[in-house]
Each structure stands twice: as C-alpha cells, then as structure tokens.
C-alpha cells in the first residue's frame, strides 16, 4: 500500500454550500506529469492522455472501426476536452447545429479527421513504452519517442433512428471536423444499398444531400472510405436504425385507433430570463369502445390517461411504436396500464374499452416551435405549458362528445407526473370559467409535494458525466435531472446549493397557490381520488445505510493488483443529520480522480430515500449501467458488486396524497380514517399495504378502481393500517377488577371502548365498564365465566379509525364444575381459524379440546353426533355467510368477503356459541 500512495499527489478543489460539501481530488495530473518532458513529439496539442478513454479512439479505426451517434458524441466530447477545449468544439455546441429530432427521416452525418498525441507509456508492461511513473514523474527509460501521434477518421450519422420509405442524409461543412495536416481530398460512401456516392472530390464537398429509398425496417450500415492528402486511406463505418413505415401512422380501420395532436391556445412563458411565450403540443391516441373487430369509431365516453415524466420520448404510447432494434426500451404507456392476474397480464386498456369507455392516451412529444425555431422535450418540459395544451385537450374532446350526441362528463387519470398536469389544467380551467365537464380525475401516485431520487444517485451521475467525461451521463444529468420538470419535481437537488427547496420547485409551487389559489391548485368541481403506490406504516430501508459499493481492478507489471475504479452510495440522514453519501474513484492509465460528497438534510419531512412511498430502483440502474461499462473496459480484469440494496422512495405516501400541512414527519403512520377533509384535497384514497413500485397495480387496486368508475363510492382501505394492541390481562377471575389500555393514535380526539359478550345463560353477572370510556384506558369488572372481545375505536371529529380488539376469558373462583371455563368438563372448545388475515378464498375453522387430555371421557362432545354451524358477520351485524358441517375440521371456500373486519359465530350440537375475529384484507 505505501508503494501506491508513492506514485500519487492530488490537487484538492473543494466546493462547499449548505446542504453538500463535494471534494474532487485529481490524482496524477497529466499536465503537470509532463511538464519537464521533452515535447519535440508533441505537435497537436490534443494529449489523449488527459481524459479516461470510454470511446476507446486510440485503436478505433484498427478494432471496431463503427460509430454511432452516441460514439461520435463521446469522441468528440474526449477530443474537445483532450486539447484542453482549445480544438473542435462541446457536444452542447455541435448539438446546436443538428437538423431537428422532428424531422425523422432527415439524417446529417458527422465527420472527425483529426490527429492527435498519446504518451508512449504501457502501464501494463513499462518497456513496451518509452515512460514509467516512479515517485510520481514520468520518467523516460529507453530512446523511443515520448509521445505517439495517432490519426482518426469517425464517421456517424447523427441520429440513433431514422423514420420514412426516403432517408436524405445531410452533408454540410459545419459538420466536417478536420483537426490535422493529413485533409481529406476524397470520400465515398454507400448507405447499405448497391450504389456508391462521392460525397468529396478533390477537397471540396461535392453532395450537399443524397436520398435513399429503403423498402424494409432494420439496422443500415453506411460505409464511407476516404483518400488523404499523403495518398493514405481508411474505410470506416456508421449505424443507424431505419423505420422504413411508421406503423403507428398506418393503422388498420378495425383496430379501432386513432391518432391527433393537439396545441394549445394559451402560451406559456418558462422561469429563465430571456423565455419567450410558447404553445404547448401534445399528441393523443382514441382507442374507441367495442369489441375485437367491433370498435364503434365515435367518441361517446372518454376517460383520459396522461404520460408521465419522460425525457427523449422514450416511452412510446403502444410496445409497436418502438422500432424493432433488438434494443431495451422501457414500457410503453398502454403496457403500464396493465396488473397481473395470477401469471397473467391483464390489459386496463382492453377492460375500460369492453366496458364501453374510450381511452384516450395522451403523449408529450419532442416537438419544434414556430420560428425562431426551439426544439421542446415535451416529456420534460414545464408542467404548465404541458397543462395548457391539456387545456386545448379538454375542451376538443368535450365539444366532440357534444357533437355526436353524448352527455358523458370525462374522466381523467393522471399518472405520476400526469397527475400533475392534469391538476394544473383542471385547476386552471375552474379558476378562468372555463368548463372542463370532468366528473372523476384520478391521481395516480403523483408527487403532489414532491418526488426523491436518491442525492447519492445524482451525485454518482454528475461523477461519471461531468468528472470522469461519460457523455450519456452528462446527457442524464442535464436532461433528467436538470430538465424545467426535473427541476419542478425533485425536492433535493444536487447542482442546486441551499438549505431552501430549490428555486423551480418554489416557483412551481408558487403558480400553484398564486395562479390558482382555490385549494392550491387543486380542482374543485370533479370528484377527486387518489391511487399511491406507498405504504401508510413501512418505511423503505434505513436512513443512512450504504446502499451501493462497485469496484474494479487491474492488474500491472509493478504491483499484482490495483484499484481503477469505484463508487459507494449511502442513503441520506434524517432531518439535521450529515453523512456521506458519495464517493468515487476512477483510473485510466495516467488520468485518475476521485469525488467524495457530504450531504446535510434540510428538510423537515426525514430522510428522504427511505420513506414508504412508491418505489424506484435508481441505485440497481445505476449498478447495472455501471457494470456494463466495467465489462467494456479492457484495462479492468475483475470486478465486484459488494453492497447492493435495491430500492427507495420516490413518490413519498404524504407526497402522492398531497397534505396541505406537510410539516412534519413524513415516515409517521397514516390513519386512513382519521385524515379529515381539511387535511388532503381528495375525496377518498387507495393505499397498498406494502410499498409497491411506482405506477403499479394489482387486482386489488384495479377493483377499487373499477368501483370507482362506477360510481359506486369507496373508502381508503382497511387493511394498510396497523391497528394499535389493547395491552391487559386476558385472562381473569369473576368480579376482578382489569385495566386495559390502547396506544395513542395520532390526532384522535376519542376513544370508544364496548365490551362483547353473547351469553347463552338467563342467570349471569354481565362484564361491566366501570370507568374510562372515551379515555386511552378504561377500568372493568369481570364477570360470569365466559369468551368474549374487548374492543377500543379512536375517533375525531372526520369520523372513526379502524377497530381494535383483545379476546378476553373469565372464569369461576371456586372451581366445583359450575360451569365454568375452569370446569374441564365444559361444553367448550377451542376455536382457530387460518389464515388470519385472509383474502377472502379459503377459510379453515379447526375445533379442538379446551385441555390437552379430556377426564371426562363418556361426556365427550367430541364423541357425539357432530354438528357444527357457522356464521359471519361485518362488524355492523349483518349476517354474511351460513353453514352447516359435520366435521370438526372445516374448509370454506369461496367467501368472497370485502375487506374489513368479521366475526365468526360457532353453535355446536350442545348450544355453545363461539366467536372469532376475522380480518379479510
């Protein structure tokens, strides 16, 4: 180990604000390396060296020799920031001059000339080279030359894809990147066709634009071959992929599908100086109501489901928008609106069409403005702007349902980010007297207060993008994290450096409650539910634990094994609380740097990453992009995941229910019933007893749903609160005096307290209340010997909270077979059922003796003629289910029981009555 630390020195650059200190050490800087060498060899101020190699460019045109949009991009990022940004120009720049995203089948085409110089240093094998690095210098070993001069040719088209029958690729001079003596004076290329082009001749650019016809879908090689002014050649190669018909354009009438776009008729201006106003668009699919073969293409009923955030377009509204590329991509839109039936998946899609609804599927596209032309990432974009052209949205589709005779009000499901949008506009529409005619708008785990991606997360992204030159990290960090909804969306943010919430957070906010100040934005005409993916009890993993641990190692000459690279990520600390989250090591022959950052937690609500709430798994993305680059890298021999925890909160459960007071701990326990209707803007809400994934449903959730669309009105779910336990002695003599006592239950005003016992004798001493009721405790007499339940709602003035209950048993003080529970020669026995909760399927009843070893053998019940009957009852005593069995062992089968809590009553052929709890969830 001291033998490492000989070869190193570090320059410290500290950045230090309120919530983060980030120290970046730059190990072996190169520059300073150099510096006494001999630079007779070194001509083009471009020094490979100076950066970590991702695209690999020192053997590129020897090894792989294709390039793509994203390699092109990395190479030119490497080569800029390799001359010290004194040569070519930023991958920002060059973006700039790109034919628009919209125009899908226009193609440009890339192309770097250049040379460049690389140290002559094997870190591998030491005299293959002409340097070795002893006490942190370069030191020259042999006569060969210092530093090697390498040349390029990359050519690449600068799109991933391209859409159309005609393809024109595109050749202009802003895009012919010569960096070199050895100019290009000829260049062909074929575009994965038969016919060859002369592209330059002579020096000179000779097509401006070529256009190819393709008649079939598939990757296109577009081969290119260039002659230099010393009478050298190379051939190299780009890829794309080619759509050659848009299949979502081209739908078949049957099919029932239909597409539109929409923009909007109010402008909206963004937060940063210099905005101008612009109209949103949006683009919509009607998958109209009916059957297979059977769609009624007329728009009657709508129900309205919105995109969420999503950066590039990437999330295709159906899986046959994506172009058959053999790539992952993530789920389309109608694909996440789907829950598993067993192993089965089940369409929502499919259900609301057969059920008479017309889905309408609402993308926010890329999309370009009038002149002077801005290109706009509608999945990214302001919530607002996006709100405005749902505005537009809203009102076409009303004025169509008008129009083909129907009254149907709409339904609008918004989820995630769509729920947001949605809110805006609807909001927005009341407080302008516009008529939104919406009847139910359902968020769907929206973060109303705000949504959480790990800071560890952002930080091990900015690392990889801005630290060690990864562009598609880069590309993450700007266009993700730093997008106008990133920005409006996430409550800490990394590149924002104050103990306040971050500058277009607030502002969003503050259109929210200055626009549209009625309920802060929230609509007040249409019923209003919510659906999170959250839990209202369980937390998501522990603050501050390390969640991520990923290292790499190579092997040397000089030593047998040394690190190259590293991260670690830790979840943040609670309210106050400083830890670090980050660190980062990476190696790359002489370009080494490393990162650590501290983070203190401003907010009050706790730490942020381990709430319950809806769920991602930023730091298993993370982890799998990360070990994809290790296995690319040619200079790491092994690597190992040591610590891996999957996932974190990132819609928190207060956030998706949006409290209006929101100042307080958000890992607290959620009574459903106690929440008032001051505290949330929703009429009524579905919760999950467990964390789920974001955007997730289960049969459960689509049930409540469904009831819901059905204008069958529901409750918050029983089963996502833990019931408090009554604490007290269940086991007591006739005429003893007991105290039982419930926990305190956030913001209950009262305790109701009742005492239930089904006598079946006409001479007994009832079980009495002696003091206490509406208290957290309450003080009884016991009395005849008998089962029964103790049972404690709290209350407050919204209504009351889930039922607790304790069994408790009396028996007779003086023994002598009076019938007692202390007699073993009674007629009772007991009584289990399983499972306990149930789901409402299989239900097992199981009798048993009271005692182990029954004395009283020729009065055995369980040797006389068996017949037992069972009821279940709801706690309000409505009777729910009969049945006669003779066994002493039972199964019931298909009770299909809501959730809540019963009580089942046993009578067997001797007249006894048993009871027990029963919880369906």
């Known amino acids: 180990m001291k033998k490492i630390t000989l070869f190193y020195f570090v320059l410290f650059c500290t950045i230090v604000n309120a919530q983060m200190t980030t120290k970046l050490d730059t190990i072996q800087n190169v520059d300073k390396l150099i510096k006494p060498l001999n630079k007779t060899d070194f001509k083009t101020n471009i020094l490979y060296d100076r950066v970590v190699s991702i695209a690999k460019l020192t053997d590129f045109n020897n090894k792989k020799n294709e390039s793509t949009l994203a390699h092109f991009e990395q190479a030119l990022s490497e080569l800029y920031r390799a001359s010290k940004k004194s040569k070519f120009t930023s991958v920002t ?37 002409a340097l070795k690095l002893k006490k942190g210098k370069l030191i020259p070993i042999n006569n060969k030359p210092l530093f090697l001069e390498k040349h390029l040719l990359v050519i690449a088209p600068l799109k991933k894809y391209g859409v159309g029958q005609e393809i024109t690729y595109n050749f202009k001079e802003a895009f012919l990147l010569q960096e070199t003596d050895t100019k290009i004076v000829t260049l062909t290329a074929s575009f994965g066709t038969q016919k060859t082009y002369t592209i330059i001749n002579n020096g000179k650019l000779l097509q401006q634009s070529i256009h190819i016809r393709y008649t079939e879908s598939g990757h296109k090689t577009l081969q290119f071959t260039a002659t230099f002014n010393d009478d050298t050649r190379k051939t190299t190669k780009g890829k794309l992929f080619i759509t050659a018909s848009n299949t979502s354009l081209n739908r078949n009438p049957d099919d029932g599908i239909e597409n539109g776009t929409i923009t909007a008729t109010i402008p909206f201006t963004g937060y940063e100086a210099g905005d101008v106003p612009i109209y949103g668009q949006l683009e919509y699919r009607i998958f109209y109501h009916g059957t297979p073969n059977n769609y009624e293409r007329i728009l009657k009923k709508p129900i309205v489901i919105i995109d969420g955030f999503d950066p590039f377009d990437e999330r295709k509204i159906q899986e046959s928008d994506y172009p058959n590329d053999g790539e992952e991509h993530p789920d389309a ?27 309408v599927i609402v993308n926010h596209p890329i999309y370009d403005t009038p002149p002077p032309v801005k290109t706009i990432d509608g999945g990214a974009d302001y919530i607002e702007r996006n709100a405005m052209a749902h505005i537009a949205l809203y009102q076409y589709l009303n004025q169509k349902v008008f129009d083909n005779g129907s009254s149907e009000e709409l339904t609008i499901m918004g989820p995630s980010m769509g729920g947001q949008i949605s809110r805006y506009a609807l909001a927005y529409m009341e407080q302008h007297n516009l008529d939104h005619n919406t009847k139910l708008w359902v968020s769907i785990d929206s973060p109303h207060l705000g949504a959480n991606i790990p800071i560890s997360v952002q930080a091990s992204i900015y690392f990889l993008g801005y630290i060690t030159g990864e562009q598609q990290a880069k590309d993450q960090y700007d266009h993700l994290l730093n997008s106008p909804a990133g920005k409006q969306q996430l409550l800490i943010q990394h590149s924002y450096n104050s103990t306040s919430l971050p500058p277009y957070f607030q502002q969003y906010h503050t259109n929210l409650e200055s626009n549209l100040p009625t309920f802060k934005g929230f609509p007040q005409i249409p019923r209003n ?3 999170v993916n959250g839990s209202l ?7 501050s634990q390390k969640v991520l641990d990923i290292r790499a190692f190579g092997h040397f000459s000089f030593i047998k094994q ?13 309210t106050g609380g400083r830890n670090k989250v980050f660190y980062g090591f990476k190696r790359n022959g002489l370009s080494t740097v490393s990162m650590t950052s501290n983070f203190t937690n401003p907010l009050v609500y706790g730490a942020m990453d381990n709430l319950q709430g809806g769920m991602a798994n930023a730091h298993g993305d993370l ?5 994809i680059n290790l296995q690319n890298n040619n200079l790491v021999d092994n690597y190992s995941v040591r610590t891996y925890i999957s996932n974190h909160s990132f819609v928190p459960t207060v956030s998706g229910l949006a409290f209006k007071n929101q100042n307080f701990k958000w890992n607290e326990p959620i009574d459903p019933n106690l929440i008032c209707s001051d505290m949330i803007p929703f009429d009524t809400f579905y919760a999950p007893r467990y964390n789920q994934d974001h955007i997730y449903f289960t049969q459960t959730s689509v049930d409540w749903l469904f009831e ?9 779910p029983s089963n996502t609160y833990i019931k408090p336990t009554i604490t007290g002695d269940p086991e007591v003599y006739t005429g003893q005096t007991v105290t039982y006592t419930i926990p305190k239950v956030a913001k209950a005003t009262s305790y109701t307290w009742d005492l239930d016992f089904n006598y079946n004798t006409t001479n007994y001493t009832p079980w009495t209340l002696i003091s206490g009721q509406g208290t957290r405790s309450i003080t009884v007499r016991a009395g005849s010997p008998i089962i029964g339940y103790i049972s404690c709602r709290p209350r407050n003035s919204c209504g009351a909270s889930q039922l607790s209950y304790k069994a408790v048993r009396s028996y007779n003080t003086s023994g002598g077979g009076g019938g007692g529970d202390d007699d073993p020669c009674d007629n009772n026995y007991k009584l289990s059922i399983s499972p306990n909760p149930n789901k409402g399927d299989v239900l097992t009843v199981t009798l048993a003796p009271d005692y182990p070893t029954d004395p009283c053998d020729d009065i055995n019940p369980f040797k006389q003629q068996i017949k037992n009957t069972i009821e279940i009852y709801d706690m309000y005593g409505a009777k729910k289910y009969s049945g006669i069995y003779n066994s002493n062992d039972i199964s019931i089968t298909g009770l299909r029981l809501k959730m809540g809590v019963y009580v089942v009553h046993l009578t067997t052929v001797n007249g006894v009555k048993k009871e027990k709890m029963l919880m369906i969830e």
């Open 708 to 716: 819901e669309l059905a204008g069958n009105h529901q409750s918050p």
């Open 537 to 543: 009890t369980k937390n998501t993993n522990y603050a």
């Open 93 to 129: 720049n060059f973006r700039k001059k790109f034919t628009s995203v919209v125009l899908k089948n226009s193609v440009d085409i890339g192309i770097i000339n250049t040379t460049f110089n690389q140290l002559n240093y094997d870190e591998k094998e030491n005299t293959k080279g």
């Open 333 to 359: 839109i109608e694909t996440l609106m789907s829950y598993k039936e067993g192993v089965e998946d089940i369409p929502l899609i499919e259900k609301l069409r057969l059920l008479g609804y017309d889905v």
């Open 529 to 531: 539910i919510a659906i």
């Open 623 to 627: 982890k799998d992009e990360i070990v």
């Open 562 to 574: 040394i690190k190259g690279f590293q991260i670690e990520n830790w979840f943040m600390k609670g």
